[in-house]
């Protein structure tokens, strides 16, 4: 089914290994993606592209454009797509979405390399894979990035995997070397211990239950931000439908503000919001979201 391997640059090591055999590819990101994306390959060598994905007009999925754009691009071009939680536009496919899209790859010789950092996050472990075993069931070869930063909290260990799917346990054994390859290129050998908990946790019954517990914990704390922040932007009277931000998954969301109302929260009130206005929706709690909705009622 597949190579994998423990490592901390999954998403880099992945662009490594694509620009090694597939050299002369464009690889294309969502508008807007993880910042990150862009700097990654492009540092592999690759030229970085857009395809169009989050509408700021209805502060969702552009899904005609994304189609469109997805049947344009080049023959054998690199795809980026992230399996959920959008980052950072908390706007996800539907399922009937991601069978469309799979159709194209079906009928393209293109390569999706999925993004998958936030498993767990939206609507659950199981339901934040649908877009990886969905692609699996139809039969296509393609890579997956996940990272355990978020859902174990070990952000400093930057501890993550590279599945890489072929047609053959044959095919896998050759990929698997090449990849080995490039991991000793890049650091040689990569750092075990955060690799070494998560292995642990998931391979115990009980500590994965408990892990489990928690992170539908903090999955449901993040959905009662959501619903707390809409609430109160309307109890402080801001003007507005700020209901899709419910409707978001993950830890992200584009809060709408213009430009200047969020150099005024910076400058006025502390809250260091990007100019996208995108918000990490995680870093709301029930001591700062008062404080948080009527600055925005003063500046918006």
């Given at each position: 089914?597949?190579?994998?391997?423990?490592?901390?640059?999954y998403?880099?090591?992945?662009?490594?290994?694509?620009?090694?055999?597939n050299?002369?590819?464009?690889?294309?990101?969502?508008t807007p993606?993880?910042?990150?994306?862009?700097?990654?390959?492009?540092?592999?060598?690759?030229?970085?592209?857009?395809?169009?994905?989050?509408?700021?007009?209805?502060?969702?999925?552009?899904?005609?454009?994304?189609?469109?754009?997805?049947?344009?691009?080049?023959d054998?071009?690199?795809?980026?797509?992230?399996?959920?939680?959008?980052?950072?536009?908390?706007?996800?496919?539907?399922?009937?979405?991601?069978?469309?899209?799979i159709?194209?790859?079906?009928?393209?010789?293109?390569?999706?390399?999925?993004?998958?950092?936030?498993?767990?996050?939206?609507?659950?472990?199981?339901?934040?894979?649908?877009?990886?075993?969905?692609f699996?069931?139809?039969g296509?070869?393609f890579?997956?990035?996940?990272?355990?930063?978020?859902?174990?909290?070990?952000?400093?260990?930057?501890?993550?995997?590279?599945?890489?799917?072929?047609?053959?346990?044959e095919?896998?054994?050759?990929?698997?070397?090449?990849?080995?390859?490039?991991?000793?290129?890049?650091?040689?050998?990569?750092?075990?211990?955060?690799?070494?908990?998560?292995?642990?946790?998931?391979?115990?019954?009980?500590?994965?239950?408990?892990?489990?517990v928690?992170?539908?914990?903090?999955?449901?704390?993040?959905?009662?931000?959501r619903?707390?922040?809409?609430?109160?932007?309307?109890?402080?009277?801001?003007?507005?439908d700020?209901?899709?931000?419910?409707?978001?998954?993950?830890?992200?969301?584009?809060?709408?503000l213009?430009?200047?109302?969020?150099?005024?929260?910076?400058?006025?009130?502390?809250?260091?919001?990007?100019?996208?206005?995108?918000?990490?929706?995680?870093?709301?709690?029930?001591?700062?979201?008062?404080?948080?909705?009527?600055?925005?009622?003063?500046?918006?």
């Open positions: 089914l597949s190579a994998r391997l423990m490592n901390k640059g998403v880099e090591i992945g662009a490594d290994f694509l620009k090694r055999f050299p002369d590819a464009a690889v294309y990101i969502s993606s993880w910042e990150n994306h862009r700097a990654l390959f492009e540092a592999a060598g690759f030229r970085v592209e857009q395809y169009k994905y989050y509408n700021p007009a209805t502060h969702g999925l552009d899904f005609d454009a994304m189609v469109a754009d997805l049947k344009s691009i080049p054998g071009s690199i795809v980026v797509l992230h399996a959920c939680c959008h980052n950072p536009s908390g706007v996800d496919l539907s399922t009937d979405q991601w069978q469309s899209v159709k194209i790859f079906q009928d393209r010789p293109l390569t999706a390399f999925l993004d998958f950092a936030y498993q767990g996050f939206g609507e659950g472990i199981d339901g934040d894979a649908y877009a990886v075993r969905a699996l069931k139809a296509l070869k890579l997956v990035s996940n990272s355990f930063s978020k859902s174990f909290s070990l952000y400093r260990e930057r501890v993550g995997a590279l599945t890489v799917v072929t047609e053959s346990p095919e896998s054994k050759r990929v698997l070397s090449q990849v080995k390859r490039i991991v000793r290129t890049n650091y040689s050998s990569p750092a075990s211990h955060g690799g070494q908990i998560v292995s642990l946790v998931l391979n115990d019954p009980e500590l994965r239950a408990k892990w489990e928690e992170l539908s914990g903090m999955r449901d704390r993040i959905k009662t931000m619903r707390g922040f809409v609430h109160g932007l309307a109890r402080h009277g801001v003007q507005g700020f209901s899709f931000i419910e409707k978001q998954a993950g830890m992200f969301s584009f809060a709408g213009p430009l200047e109302a969020v150099h005024k929260l910076r400058s006025d009130f502390g809250l260091y919001i990007v100019d996208s206005s995108r918000i990490c929706v995680a870093a709301l709690n029930e001591k700062n979201l008062d404080y948080v909705c009527s600055s925005i009622a003063k500046v918006a």
